[in-house]
């Protein structure tokens, strides 16, 4: 996998004097490539933490900047011949096109070229104009790059659009916090890599293709379709274009065009050269060739151009074929037909009074043959430009591969033995790990992982021997892990000693295996191995381990219970200071209150004495 930082900000050079438009941000710039493409992760993570953020008081972007360059420089991006290439533009927002850069006073065209100076920074932002979109989706098509537009929900809907007006485009909604973008590359890049639609790059209505396969069905019909999905790795499709002249175009210079078949977005096209034949000389009555009732027309046609045009009752090459004695023979025209519903000489010949003259091909080494012009050979599959793979692999008879010894298959491109299959150690048939087709290994996937090379004998995937040699680096390197013990680390380690090193990287010449752990103190460590020599096995193990920070869990305990009861102090205290004030302020106000009343100092007048009443209720007055 390859990782590229392409970061852009888009700036207006109405605003160019703003040097910190943000707090915290760095001038406005227009495009600054960051790093090539790179397997390098680490790097790529330091990249992006470190990337600069700029702002602009312009709320489109001028991501088409940064798209242009992106594809046209393509020995400062990295860009490999034989690759899929993949660019993700991530936005949330709009875009500028041709025609804004007249806003700022910049009206020179967009030329489509690179210009980035030697620190990777785009130097004409002030000098030149946006790319269109049609520049944009020219520049895809040439180069073979799927775009991936990665916008927020608010942005979908226009990308959605865009990408339908560039080639081998997709949109798709990336989260406002982005955590989704790994998904959605992933779910994008299945997309992409599960299909594969033909195209050309025709640009009038002169020339007509169709496009026709069976897809996945190989055994079907054949259907008008260009494109074929849910294709997996290894799965072989074929497509068939069948090219039809409508009409000449009126200027002579484009009889002669070049049509161009290609995969969207694979770096590989069939070329065509497409010569018209809509006017010959000899077609006309001036040429010294051109002869009326003529002997080599049997004094029964017009011969032009070397060929006879017979008049209404005669047919045939010569037209040495009277239409009358057809009529007197109902069965000779008949007898051209391989059925009632073929074609009259299989439509490539013709019927001279009841026989087949078949046509020749310019090619002498092509011939078609047989009763009914049905044979041919030269219309059997080719593959890599062979017919039937070479002479050496087989011939064509009849529309059909007829192989050699050693040879099989419908072109004659598969191994009639499993030699080529077995691994130089014969170990076992793909090293157990695929099936042997005509010759090739087709390797398996597991739920371990995929096996690749060519005898299926690699799995960049896989966890290999990663397990197996774990607690040996951990002792012998790190005095770590259930070998920690220096007598267990010396009876079970025998088979090598570690060669530390301060960054582990693997050597694809050497074969290297990576292998990444994590131990019980939540340290990360890697280390590589390298068994192709079966007496000896090379480590080279990570010389320290990268380990989280020391975290002392008893101090932030006991700070924790100790702000706690320093917060319930405060809050209590504060709870009583507050209450004595307030006990305070009311006591005042009753003391006030007392003093300034008058009727405390004398007798009320309106009181009266309480008086008391008794009566015995058995006294009779006696």
Same mark, same amino acid.
């Given at each position: 996998?390859?990782?590229?930082?392409?970061?852009?900000?888009?700036?207006?050079?109405? &605003?160019?004097?703003?040097? +910190?438009?943000?707090?915290?941000?760095?001038?406005?710039?227009?495009?600054?490539?960051?790093?090539?493409?790179?397997?390098?992760?680490?790097?790529?993570? %330091?990249?992006?933490?470190?990337?600069?953020?700029?702002?602009?008081?312009?709320?489109?972007?001028?991501?088409?900047?940064?798209?242009?360059?992106?594809?046209?420089?393509?020995?400062?991006?990295?860009?490999?011949?034989?690759?899929?290439? @993949?660019?993700?533009?991530?936005?949330?927002?709009? &875009?500028?096109?041709?025609?804004?850069?007249?806003?700022?006073?910049?009206?020179? $065209?967009?030329?489509?070229?690179?210009?980035?100076?030697?620190?990777?920074?785009?130097?004409?932002?002030?000098?030149?104009?946006?790319?269109?979109?049609?520049?944009?989706?020219?520049?895809?098509? %040439?180069?073979?790059? /799927?775009?991936?537009?990665?916008?927020?929900? +608010?942005?979908?809907?226009?990308?959605?659009?865009?990408?339908?007006?560039?080639?081998?485009?997709?949109?798709?909604?990336?989260? /406002?916090? *982005?955590?989704?973008?790994?998904?959605?590359?992933?779910?994008?890049?299945?997309?992409?890599?599960?299909?594969? +639609?033909?195209?050309?790059?025709?640009?009038?209505?002169?020339?007509?293709?169709?496009?026709?396969?069976?897809?996945?069905?190989?055994?079907?019909?054949?259907?008008?379709?260009?494109?074929?999905?849910? @294709?997996?790795?290894?799965?072989?499709?074929?497509?068939?274009?069948?090219?039809?002249?409508?009409?000449?175009?009126?200027?002579?210079?484009?009889?002669?065009?070049?049509?161009?078949?290609?995969?969207?977005?694979?770096?590989?096209?069939?070329?065509?050269?497409?010569?018209? @034949?809509?006017?010959?000389?000899?077609?006309?009555?001036?040429?010294?060739?051109?002869?009326?009732?003529?002997? +080599?027309?049997?004094?029964?046609?017009?011969?032009?151009?070397?060929?006879?045009?017979?008049?209404?009752? /005669?047919?045939?090459?010569?037209?040495?074929?009277?239409?009358?004695?057809?009529?007197?023979?109902?069965?000779?025209?008949?007898?051209?037909?391989?059925? /009632?519903?073929?074609?009259?000489?299989?439509?490539?010949?013709?019927?001279?009074?009841?026989?087949?003259?078949?046509?020749?091909?310019?090619?002498?080494?092509?011939?078609?043959?047989?009763?009914?012009?049905?044979?041919?050979?030269?219309?059997?599959?080719?593959?890599?430009?062979? @017919?039937?793979?070479?002479?050496?692999?087989?011939?064509?008879?009849?529309?059909?591969?007829?192989?050699?010894?050693?040879?099989?298959?419908?072109?004659?491109?598969?191994?009639?033995?499993?030699?080529? =299959?077995?691994? $130089?150690?014969?170990?076992?048939?793909? *090293?157990?790990?695929?099936?042997?087709?005509?010759?090739?290994?087709?390797?398996?996937?597991?739920?371990?992982?995929?096996?690749?090379?060519?005898?299926?004998?690699?799995?960049?995937? =896989?966890?290999?021997?990663?397990?197996?040699?774990?607690?040996?680096?951990?002792?012998?390197?790190?005095?770590?892990?259930?070998?920690?013990?220096?007598?267990?680390?010396?009876?079970?380690?025998?088979?090598?000693? $570690? #060669?530390?090193?301060?960054?582990?990287? #693997?050597?694809?010449?050497?074969?290297?295996?990576?292998?990444?752990?994590?131990?019980?103190?939540?340290?990360?460590?890697?280390?590589?191995?390298?068994?192709?020599?079966?007496?000896?096995?090379?480590?080279?193990?990570?010389?320290?381990?990268?380990?989280?920070?020391?975290?002392?869990?008893?101090?932030?305990?006991?700070?924790?219970?100790?702000?706690?009861?320093?917060?319930?102090?405060?809050?209590?205290?504060?709870?009583?200071?507050?209450?004595?004030?307030?006990?305070?302020?009311?006591?005042?106000? &009753?003391?006030?209150?007392?003093?300034?009343?008058?009727?405390?100092?004398?007798?009320?007048?309106?009181?009266?004495?309480?008086?008391?009443?008794?009566?015995?209720?058995?006294?009779?007055?006696?």
């Amino acid at each position: 996998m390859a990782i590229c930082v392409i970061c852009r900000l888009d700036w207006t050079p109405t &605003f160019s004097p703003l040097l +910190e438009p943000c707090s915290g941000c760095v001038a406005p710039y227009g495009y600054h490539n960051l790093m090539q493409l790179s397997t390098d992760a680490n790097r790529f993570t %330091q990249e992006v933490r470190g990337a600069h953020v700029s702002g602009n008081l312009d709320a489109p972007e001028g991501g088409f900047d940064a798209i242009m360059q992106a594809i046209v420089c393509r020995e400062q991006i990295g860009w490999r011949e034989k690759a899929r290439r @993949l660019l993700l533009f991530s936005t949330d927002a709009g &875009f500028h096109y041709a025609g804004d850069g007249k806003l700022g006073g910049v009206i020179t $065209p967009n030329d489509g070229e690179c210009h980035l100076d030697k620190d990777g920074r785009y130097t004409h932002s002030t000098v030149q104009d946006y790319p269109s979109i049609s520049q944009i989706n020219v520049k895809v098509k %040439q180069n073979a790059i /799927n775009v991936i537009f990665a916008v927020t929900a +608010e942005e979908l809907s226009v990308y959605e659009k865009l990408s339908r007006l560039v080639e081998g485009s997709s949109a798709a909604k990336l989260s /406002n916090d *982005s955590s989704n973008i790994v998904s959605l590359v992933r779910e994008q890049y299945n997309k992409i890599s599960s299909s594969v +639609e033909m195209k050309d790059n025709r640009t009038d209505n002169v020339i007509d293709v169709k496009y026709y396969s069976r897809c996945r069905n190989a055994g079907g019909q054949l259907v008008a379709t260009n494109r074929c999905e849910g @294709l997996k790795v290894g799965d072989m499709v074929t497509f068939e274009a069948q090219i039809t002249l409508m009409q000449c175009p009126n200027d002579p210079r484009d009889w002669h065009q070049v049509l161009q078949i290609y995969p969207v977005g694979i770096n590989e096209s069939l070329t065509i050269d497409i010569e018209m @034949l809509c006017s010959c000389s000899c077609e006309h009555p001036s040429d010294s060739e051109y002869r009326t009732q003529a002997d +080599e027309c049997s004094n029964a046609g017009t011969y032009k151009c070397g060929i006879c045009e017979c008049d209404g009752q /005669n047919h045939g090459q010569r037209c040495e074929c009277s239409a009358l004695d057809s009529a007197l023979e109902p069965g000779m025209v008949d007898a051209c037909r391989m059925s /009632n519903s073929s074609d009259e000489c299989s439509n490539r010949g013709q019927c001279v009074c009841g026989v087949c003259v078949c046509e020749r091909r310019p090619n002498p080494d092509e011939v078609i043959e047989g009763r009914y012009c049905e044979c041919d050979n030269f219309s059997c599959d080719r593959p890599g430009g062979l @017919l039937c793979s070479g002479p050496d692999h087989g011939r064509c008879v009849c529309g059909q591969c007829e192989c050699r010894d050693g040879w099989t298959g419908p072109a004659c491109d598969c191994r009639a033995s499993n030699d080529t =299959c077995m691994p $130089p150690d014969g170990s076992e048939l793909c *090293s157990g790990h695929g099936t042997c087709e005509c010759g090739i290994c087709r390797c398996m996937v597991t739920d371990e992982g995929r096996y690749t090379g060519r005898y299926c004998e690699k799995c960049p995937t =896989c966890s290999g021997r990663c397990n197996e040699f774990k607690h040996c680096v951990q002792c012998q390197q790190y005095k770590t892990g259930p070998l920690a013990e220096p007598e267990d680390c010396a009876t079970n380690c025998t088979l090598f000693v $570690p #060669i530390p090193v301060e960054k582990v990287m #693997i050597d694809e010449k050497r074969n290297d295996n990576k292998c990444t752990f994590y131990d019980e103190d939540d340290c990360r460590f890697e280390f590589t191995y390298n068994d192709s020599d079966q007496d000896k096995v090379t480590v080279m193990a990570q010389e320290n381990r990268e380990c989280p920070p020391k975290v002392f869990m008893l101090g932030i305990a006991l700070a924790v219970i100790a702000a706690v009861v320093l917060i319930g102090m405060a809050v209590l205290l504060l709870w009583k200071v507050l209450t004595s004030i307030h006990d305070r302020r009311e006591f005042a106000r &009753f003391e006030k209150e007392r003093m300034m009343a008058k009727w405390d100092t004398g007798e009320n007048p309106i009181y009266k004495q309480a008086t008391t009443t008794f009566k015995n209720p058995t006294y009779a007055g006696k």
